[in-house]
């Protein structure tokens, strides 16, 4: 999957987290604006994202699990673009 520098991260953190996970609920929220100035604010206003995500990939796994379901699908960009993430992972039955 290929993006672009244009694309903006949310979308491009939506289409990684469809591809791996294909959840059944996806929300992914940019929460750059209040952090602006904070450490990790790198200028651009997308540094710092939320997401929750619901998924039958994560059924019958812990916390952590899940957490690290996602944190693999966006390893790059953890590692080059986003500064902070906060993740709500769940499976449908909760």
């Known amino acids: ?3 672009t520098a244009t694309e903006p991260l949310d979308r491009i953190i939506a289409d990684r987290l469809r591809a791996a996970l294909a959840p059944t609920h996806l929300a992914v929220s940019n929460d750059s ?5 904070h450490m990790g604010d790198d200028g651009t206003g997308e540094t710092h ?7 039958v990939a994560f059924a019958g796994l812990n916390r952590v699990a899940r ?7 966006l ?3 953890l ?3 986003i500064h ?7 499976a449908p039955d909760g």
């Open 1 to 3: 999957m290929t993006s």
């Open 33 to 37: 604006a209040q952090h602006r100035g």
């Open 84 to 90: 902070a993430l906060a993740i709500r992972a769940s």
């Open 79 to 81: 590692a080059t673009r």
């Open 49 to 55: 994202f939320s997401v929750t995500v619901e998924s």
């Open 67 to 73: 957490q690290r379901l996602v944190n693999n699908a």
């Open 75 to 77: 390893a790059d960009l």
